[in-house]
């Protein structure tokens, strides 16, 4: 039983499922708690069920792509080397300005 109240942007694992899930809101007219799952299903639960589940706080998943449409491996990835470990400066994009008006 789940002793913890719900929080909204918060990890969950529910350990009878084995299913990871966040609470999205909660709706304190109608009782209720909605939960999206890693897959990106939504579901609503009525506040009374929450705390009969067996759930546990969890972290967030390392791939963020889970609930979220297709995305092409592309898209998600990025290139390091584009980046810089130095400050970004007002001379950067002095440089980028002059570099369109050529």
Do not use: C
Not at 7 to 27: G, K, P, T
Not at 86 to 99: A, F, K, L, Q
Request: cysteine-free; hydrophobic content about 35%; glycine content about 2%.
């Amino acid at each position: 039983m789940a002793d913890l109240d719900p929080l909204i942007n918060q990890w969950y694992l529910d350990m009878e499922h084995d299913a990871l899930f966040y609470v999205v809101a909660i709706d304190e007219q109608e009782d209720s708690v909605e939960i999206q799952f890693f897959d990106g299903n939504i579901d609503k639960i009525p506040l009374n069920y929450w705390y009969l589940m067996n759930i546990e706080p969890a972290e967030p998943p390392e791939d963020w792509t889970g609930a979220l449409e297709k995305v092409d491996a592309d898209d998600a990835d990025f290139d390091e080397a584009e980046f810089s470990d130095e400050p970004w400066s007002d001379e950067d994009e002095e440089e980028e300005d002059d570099d369109r008006s050529d």
